[in-house]
């Protein structure tokens, strides 16, 4: 003990402070020298680009100081994390270029597209043609060149409305006035200012890599999709998914909340019951909509199929759907896809060694097919039913359809044509569903089907299952990872789009999740996840969850819904 006190003496403030990378390596630098000069040594800077990095457990920007010795991780274009700062810092160099090159036009970030880019509106000018995006593509590519600097200020919230103000932003003053912090983060680029929300890069040259496409009346602007940082996929024509995305922003503008500072006003002004009304009844109007499509067809259509990804809300849309299909003189037989899941021993495995219950080869694909030829040609069949606990088939209940009877199937593969290759096409009514949110911060800043999604399953695997928000967070990339693989590519296919988005749904997510992502320990990657998370919140002004309707779609998340234990099995002829 006494020869270790005697090694510990008083000393100066070193002029150098160091890095050390998860993998063992060490850099020495001046102190308070931005993280991203440190990490420009690295061979690996660019291949995928380096774009942030976690420093001490906190997510920061390449020009944080390093004033004292730290763990570095570095963020790239290939995580979460990085993808969402390329994507932000591509969003405001475009609305740079867009507002030096049209100084009178508006231009809005509408919505995602699944292969990687943002739908752009144009308003106040004739629509784009190719020639003007031309145009804009080449100022952004000669600012990409120049490499000009995205300053970052810290301001008071009355300076950063004078701004917004100043330049027109209404939508912006909107959300500002509902701002819980004295403070706000304003990013310049030029003489360009804007809130964006999360963090950026450094400057423009970072930003390599985009492409411009007409659509419609807008565009989309392209960006790198995690899995492939250095390569711009082609962009599929999406002409369902984007015309229910247009049906719901006229279902926003029927409601008069077409960004949060709108819904917040509506919250703040007792105008909440008549949008959960309004809202629901949209939805429903919707839901039976799509019962009429599929009783007009129910003498060729036999099998309703129903797919979408994790969190959409299909089971609590399936048994609303059942409901209208009864009224509409249908009556539905619910089909479990995942008992026609193979033996154990036969599962395939995924890149990792573990076993796949995701991929389509995991289904009995061929018993599948015969079982619902056999079913809607009136005969009778001995159904399978699959032990998740011995990973075994077994014989299930045996069942004959009645006539006027359609068979609904959810499953993620419902609109994968690998899934029943040899049953005719005008016997099966293909539905997606999904939470399509289109209700964004402002016109620059949009929010995220995917955090959506996610923050309804912590709330209800928390209720449902016991699990934490840490585990919830650290279970979505697999998941993400499959719907990308099973789901997206196949939305396309779909018969009829349902999007299951509710306006005020945050808002009444709001209050059961946040003490659930107070919890994750910080530290852990989940942790910065998580504090994401609760800022983005902290934009919606909460509401009662008492006073959302017991049949909501929302329901399934928060609890308390009143078709839980609605079943039709009283409606078939099960022997």
């Keep these: 003990m006494t020869d270790i006190l005697t090694s510990i003496q008083e000393t100066r403030l070193r002029d150098t402070v160091e890095i050390i990378l998860p993998d063992g390596r060490v850099f020495s630098g001046p102190r308070n020298t931005p993280v991203g000069d440190f990490l420009r040594l690295l061979p690996d800077w660019s291949e995928p680009q380096v774009v942030g990095a976690i420093i001490n457990g906190e997510l920061r920007e390449l020009t944080y100081k390093i004033t004292m010795d730290a763990k570095v991780k570095p963020i790239d274009m290939s995580s979460a994390d990085g993808a969402r700062i390329y994507r932000r810092s591509i969003t405001f160099l475009l609305e740079a270029a867009f507002e030096d090159l049209f100084p009178l036009a508006s231009m809005a970030i509408d919505h995602s597209v699944s292969s990687g880019g943002y739908y752009c509106t144009v308003t106040g000018f004739n629509p784009l043609t190719q020639e003007l995006l031309d145009q804009l593509a080449n100022k952004m590519l000669s600012m990409v060149e120049a490499d000009q600097p995205f300053e970052r200020r810290i301001v008071p919230i009355s300076e950063a409305i004078e701004v917004f103000t100043q330049k027109g932003y209404a939508d912006k003053v909107q959300l500002l006035k509902y701002r819980q912090k004295d403070t706000l983060v304003l990013y310049s680029l030029g003489d360009h200012q804007d809130y964006l929300h999360g963090y950026m890069v450094p400057s423009t040259g970072y930003l390599k890599r985009f492409g411009l496409k007409l659509l419609g009346d807008g565009f989309v602007i392209i960006y790198p999709r995690r899995h492939m940082p250095g390569n711009l996929l082609p962009m599929p024509d999406y002409p369902k998914l984007l015309r229910t995305f247009r049906q719901y922003g006229n279902w926003l503008s029927r409601l008069g909340i077409e960004n949060v500072g709108a819904l917040n006003d509506a919250i703040s002004g007792g105008r909440i019951r008549e949008i959960i009304l309004v809202s629901e009844a949209l939805h429903e109007q919707k839901i039976a909509d799509i019962a009429r ?66 991929t389509l080869l995991a289904l009995d694909i061929e018993r599948l097919e015969r079982d619902l030829l056999a079913l809607i040609a009136g005969g009778e069949v001995q159904l399978p039913r699959y032990d998740f606990k011995t990973g075994k088939s077994s014989p299930g209940e045996v069942v004959k359809l009645g006539k006027d009877q359609l068979i609904l199937l959810e499953g993620i593969h419902g609109l994968n044509p690998g899934l029943l290759p040899n049953v005719p096409q005008k016997t099966t009514f293909r539905l997606y569903v999904s939470c399509l949110t289109q209700l964004n911060l402002d016109r620059h800043n949009r929010i995220s089907t995917t955090d959506t999604r996610l923050l309804r399953r912590i709330v209800r695997d928390q209720r449902e299952r016991g699990y934490s928000a840490l585990d919830t967070i650290g279970r979505w990339e697999s998941v993400r990872r499959g719907e990308k693989r099973h789901i997206f590519p196949f939305q396309e296919n779909a018969d009829e789009v349902f999007n299951s988005a509710l306006v005020y749904e945050l808002s009444a997510l709001r209050e059961r999740v946040e003490p659930l992502l107070r919890q994750v320990p910080f530290g852990t990657n989940e942790f910065i996840e998580a504090k994401r998370l609760l800022a983005f919140l902290e934009w919606f002004m909460p509401i009662d969850a008492h006073l959302i309707p017991d049949n909501s779609i929302l329901r399934e998340f928060l609890g308390d819904s009143s078709l839980k234990e609605f079943k039709l099995w009283d409606h078939t002829n099960n022997h």
């Design 293 to 358: 499509q599929v009783a007009d067809r129910s003498n060729a259509t036999r099998i309703v199929l129903i797919a979408g990804p994790s969190s959409s809300g299909k089971t609590t849309f399936s048994k609303r759907l059942s409901v209208q299909l009864l009224a509409q003189g249908c009556s539905p037989f619910p089909l479990e896809l995942d008992n026609y899941f193979v033996d154990r021993e036969r599962t395939p495995r995924d890149e990792d060694g573990q076993l796949d219950y995701e």
